[in-house]
């Protein structure tokens, strides 16, 4: 890896933290300045790697969530853009996982399929969106979310030196969790420090686990 892949990466550890403690504590016309720059700092991070695995699905789904990013600046109007861009990169990335060589078998891939199912729908009856565009909206994207999820753990069972991936797609799964219950359910104390913590991190986790992680390819069937 590049050395200025590293430093970018790196970097975005203070952006990270700089964007979380503006969502919470500084007034949103800061936090809109800061939001976007820990996406922008992994995106060139990824982009001046020297080629690594799913470099290419990596940066759709960093610019998707950057888009997701930008669309949640606007809690009304953007929230089903935001989570129409966020599906698409949490495809992007599942796509992106699926073609670097683990070939699961057809039981392994119906069980996760089952489980991000009933996932899926019971995280829609707790949440109870309060309308069914919101509700058929939410449910595709925890069922996307939960297959990403599930398919991040198999891979890490696969290549424990993957343990990053077990890590990220949990703590990005956490901060949906959060962001759901807070606006369809109750306020949720210090939700952007929540929300925004494990966002980052999942983010750079998943990153690190492109660009730290290669000659871990490529995986073992199952």
Not at 49 to 59: E, H, T, Y
Not at 69 to 84: K, M
Not at 129 to 150: E, G, I, K, T
């Amino acid at each position: 890896m590049l050395l200025g892949s590293s430093l970018l990466w790196w970097l975005t550890l203070p952006l990270a933290v700089l964007a979380t403690l503006a969502g919470h504590f500084a007034p949103r016309r800061y936090y809109a300045a800061l939001k976007p720059l820990p996406l922008l700092a992994l995106m060139l991070a990824v982009a001046l790697a020297d080629s690594p695995p799913g470099q290419m699905g990596l940066l759709i789904a960093l610019a998707f969530s950057l888009l997701g990013d930008i669309a949640l600046l606007f809690p009304r109007r953007g929230f089903l853009p935001g989570l129409l861009a966020f599906l698409i990169a949490h495809v992007a990335l599942w796509l992106t996982l699926l073609a670097q060589g683990a070939l699961f078998s057809l039981a392994l891939q119906t069980v996760l399929l089952v489980l991000a199912l009933l996932m899926a729908l019971g995280m829609s009856l707790l949440l109870r969106p309060p309308s069914l565009l919101l509700r058929l909206s939410v449910f595709v994207y925890v069922l996307m979310l939960a297959l990403l999820v599930l398919t991040a753990l198999a891979f890490a069972s696969l290549q424990p030196s993957w343990w990053l991936l077990a890590v990220a797609a949990p703590l990005f799964a956490f901060s949906d969790g959060v962001l759901g219950w807070n606006r369809f359910r109750q306020p949720v104390p210090a939700a952007p420090l929540w929300i925004l913590s494990s966002y980052y991190a999942a983010q750079l986790l998943y990153v690190a686990a492109f660009l730290f992680m290669a000659e871990s390819w490529p995986l073992p069937s199952q």
